[in-house]
């Protein structure tokens, strides 16, 4: 598809927007296909009595007007049989609250559930992952209201998905399919696209989009702004849609400094331009932990569960435009304790050597290396015990050093224990038969007997 016809098909998406989102924001929208009548759609989905009537004048045209196909026909949900489902959440993290009806009666978000057509969701201090309809995905944040709406063909590959984003953030990776169609509309814009990656946040009727991947046509009003991956915009109410300009690159991490226990400090190189930095941690299931502005370079995890996480750190310009994302992971785990070795742990039977430590923690294996070097640089051997000790044949005869791990189920390996040196007993020297003192007597016994 040329970027010109591209363009042109969004601005017929954000034309449709600006024309029909505002009208009703509990309509269910339905693309007509071919041989489609008032009449059949009125069979099909809806309960209202005389709905063939009705929706013809909801949709200013005649009962008996010929549909051609994908004309664009609005149903009030409160005549839908069933109210359609058009996503399911993913997860959530903290405080999420959804209404079905948009009526101001609220429930608890949960993992799994479905998401109906012209639904409200709303995040207080947590976060939301959504999966839409055409392998779409949305994560909310934190303090963002969202409506849903979609528009689909029945029976056709493409989707048609809308949103409102009343205020807040959210950040969305669109499928890239020439059906998929995608928008969403904040108080000051409409942002329409097909296949890419972007964000966008709503504060006070000024919206901040980034775009990381593909292209967006955003539009406020009658003004209309082409804006490619890498590059983000501001719009305002009222206002036309400022020039793109690019977006800060990914900062570069420079580690993960660890240890035993808590803090974890993650760090990155500065970046020329960044007044802030926006850092995010993940858990391995995609939910958003928590999130937070900086001012340094650097981050300290002061509580953290045991377990892996992601993080994610953003430079922020001095406009509030976030920059091109930058991950790293790392796995907080239980301390293994290392095992402590002593001379005694040894014993010796026959050519055999034995050595027996300490248990440590139960479900545990241990790693026994032994080398002819006390840096271990040249390994003689290296043994697998589930228990804690080892039988190491016909051994008593060599000089050796033995240093013992600790190893875990999930593969977590303790520091090494002391290293432990053994040596085979010298021989005993042989012992004469009489000792010479004893012959010099002996001689001088023999000689005082001669002489007398």
């Known amino acids: 598809m040329t970027r010109h016809r591209f363009k042109y098909q969004l601005a017929a998406l954000l034309l449709m927007a600006c024309t029909a989102l505002p009208v009703a924001a509990n309509d269910w929208y339905y ?100 999966h839409l309809q055409g392998g779409n995905e949305l994560l909310m944040r934190a303090n963002s209201q969202l409506i849903l709406e979609s528009v689909y063909p029945e029976g056709d590959e493409s989707t048609d998905s809308r949103l409102l984003l009343d205020q807040g953030s959210v950040e969305t990776r669109v499928k890239k399919d020439v059906g998929n169609r995608f928008q969403i509309q904040t108080p000051s814009a409409i942002a329409a696209v097909r296949g890419t990656a972007f964000r966008m946040t709503d504060h006070a009727g000024t919206t901040h989009l980034e775009v990381t991947e593909g292209v967006i046509l955003v539009a406020t009003g009658d003004q209309e702004q082409e804006v490619v991956g890498g590059f983000g915009v501001i719009a305002e109410v009222g206002e036309s849609v400022a020039q793109p300009r690019q977006l800060l690159p990914a900062v570069v991490f420079k580690g993960v400094q660890m240890s035993a226990h808590l803090p974890v400090e993650v760090s990155w190189n500065a970046l020329e331009g960044a007044t802030e930095y926006q850092v995010d941690l993940y858990d391995q299931q995609g939910g958003l932990l928590g999130s937070q502005f900086i001012g340094v370079p650097d981050f300290r995890f002061e509580a953290l569960g045991y377990g892996c996480y992601l993080v994610q750190v953003r430079a922020v310009d001095v406009d509030g435009l976030k920059g091109l994302d930058a991950q790293t992971d790392f796995c907080f785990q239980p301390f293994l304790e290392p095992v402590a070795l002593a001379a005694s742990d040894l014993s010796i039977q026959g050519n055999d050597v034995f050595l027996q430590w300490a248990a440590g923690e139960d479900d545990v294996r241990y790693q026994v290396d032994i080398a002819d070097d006390p840096d271990f640089e040249h390994l003689l051997d290296s043994y697998k015990s589930g228990v804690a000790g080892i039988r190491l044949p016909d051994r008593a005869a060599d000089r050796f050093y033995l240093r013992v791990s600790t190893v875990a189920e999930d593969g977590r390996q303790s520091p090494y224990s002391n290293t432990l040196t053994y040596a085979p007993e010298p021989a005993p020297e042989p012992q004469e038969k009489y000792p010479t003192w004893a012959i010099s007597a002996i001689i001088v016994v023999l000689i005082s007997i001669a002489i007398f």
Not at 34 to 49: A, F, I, N
Not at 57 to 71: A, E, I
Request: hydrophobic content about 35%; aromatic content about 8%.
């Open 31 to 130: 693309y007509t296909r071919e041989g489609d009548t008032l009449w059949d759609l009125c069979m099909q989905y809806s309960q209202k009595r005389g709905c063939w009537l009705e929706l013809a004048r909801y949709n200013n045209m005649d009962q008996d007007q010929k549909l051609p196909v994908k004309t664009l026909i609005r149903i009030p949900v409160a005549w839908l049989k069933s109210t359609p489902v058009i996503g399911t959440v993913a997860n959530t993290r903290g405080k999420t609250e959804y209404s079905q009806f948009n009526d101001g009666q609220f429930k608890p978000l949960a993992a799994g559930q479905d998401l109906h057509l012209g639904a409200l969701i709303r995040t207080g201090d947590g976060s939301a992952r959504l």
